[in-house]
């Protein structure tokens, strides 16, 4: 056995349709960018899908399009690992495992849930209160020690780390007595842990992509105007005419950064050009300071065309033959399961249940 932790990425999108700008620029082109680096599991979370209603025929498509987007950015399959959640059991196992070491008042400060229950949290399935305890488990099923995220899983993965602490502190025992731990850091201790206490990847110019109608709502699948998104598979027009719209207030752009502040659709558009053209919101201040935004959208819509459009033409054609998406899922579920089930085994031995090797 090992005694340290392989540097592993793991994150995940989940199958709701309407996959838009926020989902590419703040997590799948940082999925595509780690590539080089790291090991990548890259997952379609279906199993976080369900935790909200979905049309089955259309969650079964809405799980290829993710992959599609995955392979269409970049992702490369046979290097890293692409699959969908739901095909790899040790991500349920684990989470129920999770359930009983999370504390309710952990999962009742989740600002998520508080957000998408909405006014009648009674009516809210159990799934989506216990989304953060599935998503540790995601991640921790891989041992993974980076995950790049949007700003908005911020407090989630904070839960993770707290889940990976208190699983390794209750169980320190018999993690030292089964040989399954590694000595890791924590704070100014080495301690002997199983889980390791993942980083978050988060940053960039498009760690929190704005909606388009309101600069103090992030950019969303669920936002109800289609105006407030671009999707993946918008065309040029749609995309021109939906920057064309976005709310913006009537100054021009300042030249420095500073003069971002207290003007949220502004720094938005800038923030998005800056993350599409791979620079920061420096450099585009020092081309577009003093321009009005009658000048700055068109240019802002050409370059989400420009960057946008060959990623929509290809996952279109990977659409086209659902079988080959099909293979590709599978092919990344077996590799997934193998990780996984080591992981989980060693994680029932910890515990102690009966039966849990061979
Ligand atoms: N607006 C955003 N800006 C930057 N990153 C974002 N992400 C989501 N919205 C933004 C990141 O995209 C990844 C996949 O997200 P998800 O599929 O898990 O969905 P979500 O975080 O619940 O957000 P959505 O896509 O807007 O859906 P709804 O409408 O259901 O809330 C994550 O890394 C996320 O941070």
């Given at each position: 056995m090992s005694n340290t932790i392989p540097q592993r990425v793991f994150s995940g999108v989940q199958p709701t349709g309407n996959l838009h700008l926020g989902n590419y620029l703040g997590a799948i082109k940082r999925f595509v960018e780690l590539q080089d680096t790291f090991d990548c599991v890259y997952c379609v979370v279906d199993l976080h899908a369900v935790t909200t209603w979905q049309h089955p025929v259309e969650?079964?498509?809405?799980i290829r399009e993710v992959t599609a987007a995955f392979i269409a950015s970049g992702i490369d399959p046979e290097k890293h690992i692409v699959f969908n959640q739901s095909q790899v059991a040790a991500?349920?196992?684990?989470?129920?495992?999770?359930?009983?070491?999370?504390?309710?008042?952990?999962?009742?400060?989740?600002?998520?849930?508080?957000?998408?229950?909405?006014?009648?949290?009674e009516k809210a399935s159990v799934g989506l209160f216990a989304y953060p305890t599935l998503m540790a488990?995601?991640?921790?099923?891989?041992?993974?020690?980076?995950?790049?995220?949007?700003?908005d899983q911020k407090q989630h993965l904070e839960l993770t780390r707290d889940i990976a602490q208190k699983f390794n502190?209750?169980?320190?025992?018999?993690?030292?007595?089964?040989?399954?731990?590694?000595?890791?850091?924590?704070?100014?201790?080495?301690?002997?842990?199983?889980?390791?206490?993942?980083?978050?990847?988060?940053?960039?110019?498009?760690?929190?992509?704005?909606?388009?109608r309101d600069g103090s709502k992030k950019m969303s699948k669920s936002d109800p105007s289609d105006l407030s998104r671009i999707v993946m598979t918008d065309d040029a027009d749609a995309i021109a005419k939906k920057f064309r719209k976005a709310k913006t207030d009537p100054d021009a752009l300042p030249s420095e950064t500073e003069g971002l502040a207290d003007r949220p659709e502004a720094d938005n558009l800038v923030g998005l050009y800056a993350a599409l053209a791979g620079t920061d919101k420096a450099s585009v201040l020092r081309d577009f300071g003093g321009a009005q935004f009658g000048t700055f959208k068109p240019a802002l819509a050409d370059l989400a065309v420009e960057?946008?459009?060959?990623?929509?033409d290809e996952m279109r054609r990977l659409q086209a033959d659902p079988a080959e998406i099909d293979a590709i899922l599978k092919q990344?579920?077996?590799?997934?399961?193998?990780?996984?089930?080591s992981v989980i085994s060693d994680v029932k031995e910890i515990v102690g249940f009966v039966g849990a090797r061979g």
């Open positions: 969650l079964t498509s809405n991500h349920a196992e684990l989470a129920w495992i999770f359930n009983c070491v999370a504390r309710m008042g952990w999962l009742n400060r989740m600002t998520q849930f508080k957000e998408k229950a909405g006014k009648d949290r488990a995601d991640i921790l099923v891989y041992r993974a020690t980076h995950v790049p995220v949007g700003e502190n209750d169980f320190s025992d018999r993690i030292a007595a089964t040989g399954c731990g590694v000595p890791m850091q924590v704070g100014d201790e080495t301690v002997n842990g199983y889980f390791p206490l993942t980083e978050p990847v988060i940053g960039g110019p498009a760690a929190r992509v704005m909606s388009l960057k946008i459009a060959p990623i929509a990344g579920s077996q590799r997934a399961s193998a990780i996984a089930s």
